[in-house]
């Protein structure tokens, strides 16, 4: 089942990750650890920004079994807030381009970044984790905003997961 493909693909074009299928979700993330990351991977050597105008990341939540590298997996980095974290950046060392999350975890889903997705690109269903966005700044009504997680997030999430499970 390819059907509505994405690529994910690095600013030089090294690096190509594909994904298929209804994705979980589709969401800008404004928590405070998407914010640092952001702010940290952006400021990396000629890496393209990562945050937003209002500091949310967009994120595109795929079924960890309809993610595939394409190619120039090996030049993926895995970048950490702190060397415990279980969450992994991933940074196409090429070009310091952001391009997917995983995670150290039995998470069963992972995030490419929005920004780096082309083809049957879902649009924004949600901001979320909006309680962390900074004093004075101001969210664009663009999207319904969550404070966490809104409850379709949550559910697509548990319903994909019984999804991989039946499908095995």
Same mark, same amino acid.
């Given at each position: 089942?390819k059907?509505? @493909?994405?690529?994910?693909r690095?600013?030089? !074009? @090294?690096?190509?990750i594909?994904?298929? !299928?209804? /994705? ?16 940290a991977l !952006?400021?990396?050597?000629e890496a ?6 209002a ?5 595109v939540?795929?079924? *960890?079994? =309809?993610v *595939?590298?394409i =190619?120039?997996?090996h030049?993926?980095?895995a970048?950490k807030?702190t /060397?415990?974290? *279980? $969450?992994?950046?991933?940074v196409?060392?090429c ?5 997917a999350? $995983? %995670?150290n975890?039995?998470?069963h ?10 083809g ?9 984790? $909006?309680?962390f966005?900074p004093e004075?700044v101001a969210?664009?009504?663009? $999207?319904p =905003?969550?404070?966490?997680?809104? %409850? !379709? ?5 548990a319903?994909?997961?019984v999804?991989?499970?039946?499908e095995?």
């Amino acid at each position: 089942m390819k059907d509505k @493909q994405v690529m994910a693909r690095c600013s030089c !074009g @090294q690096v190509e990750i594909e994904a298929w !299928g209804k /994705p979980i979700a589709s969401v800008i993330c404004h928590c405070d650890d998407c914010q640092a990351a952001g702010r940290a991977l !952006g400021a990396l050597p000629e890496a393209p920004p990562l945050l937003d105008a209002a500091g949310g990341t967009g994120n595109v939540l795929y079924r *960890k079994d =309809r993610v *595939k590298p394409i =190619r120039g997996w090996h030049l993926l980095e895995a970048h950490k807030l702190t /060397p415990d974290s *279980k $969450t992994n950046r991933m940074v196409a060392t090429c070009c310091n381009t952001p391009m997917a999350i $995983t %995670f150290n975890d039995a998470r069963h889903w992972v995030p490419l970044y929005r920004d780096r997705l082309e083809g049957a690109v879902p649009p924004v269903q949600w901001r979320i984790c $909006t309680k962390f966005v900074p004093e004075g700044v101001a969210l664009p009504d663009d $999207t319904p =905003r969550y404070e966490m997680y809104p %409850f !379709g997030m949550m559910a697509g999430l548990a319903l994909s997961a019984v999804a991989m499970l039946v499908e095995r």
